[in-house]
């Protein structure tokens, strides 16, 4: 069964730093493309992040040199360092696995509020 596990969401203040991970299983991880999308209640998921195979990386505009997606490849687990976060970085951010069908985890929430 596939699952893609979020964690390391929670409460920061603006300028604070989270690492979120996403343990990946019943998957060929080190064959997929991997995205990090984060979503605010009400309003459309949007991409963050994502990470090749190979460790190529691509970012978002307003996440760019404050963000970093990483993947272990050994440990089938994609992470994201979030550094000088902001309260419009507040979302429920999602792992995404992408295959046929894609693979979505749960959700981790992220708020940043002083």
């Not at 203040?13 to 984060?38: D, E, H, T, V």
């Not at 195979?53 to 979030?82: H, P, W």
Request: with cysteine; proline share 3%; hydrophobic share 35%.
């Amino acid at each position: 069964q596939v699952q893609l596990v979020e964690s390391g969401g929670g409460l920061v203040q603006p300028g604070g730093s989270l690492r979120l991970s996403c343990a990946a299983s019943g998957i060929a991880f080190n064959y997929l493309f991997m995205r990090w999308y984060r979503q605010v209640a009400g309003k459309q998921r949007e991409f963050v992040a994502s990470i090749t195979t190979a460790g190529t990386t691509n970012y978002a505009d307003s996440v760019k040199g404050r963000f970093t997606i990483s993947r272990d490849n050994a440990k089938n687990t994609l992470d994201l360092q979030m550094n000088n976060l902001k309260p419009d970085d507040t979302a429920v951010y999602y792992c995404n696995a992408v295959s046929h069908p894609n693979y979505w985890g749960q959700g981790t929430q992220v708020t940043v509020s002083s």
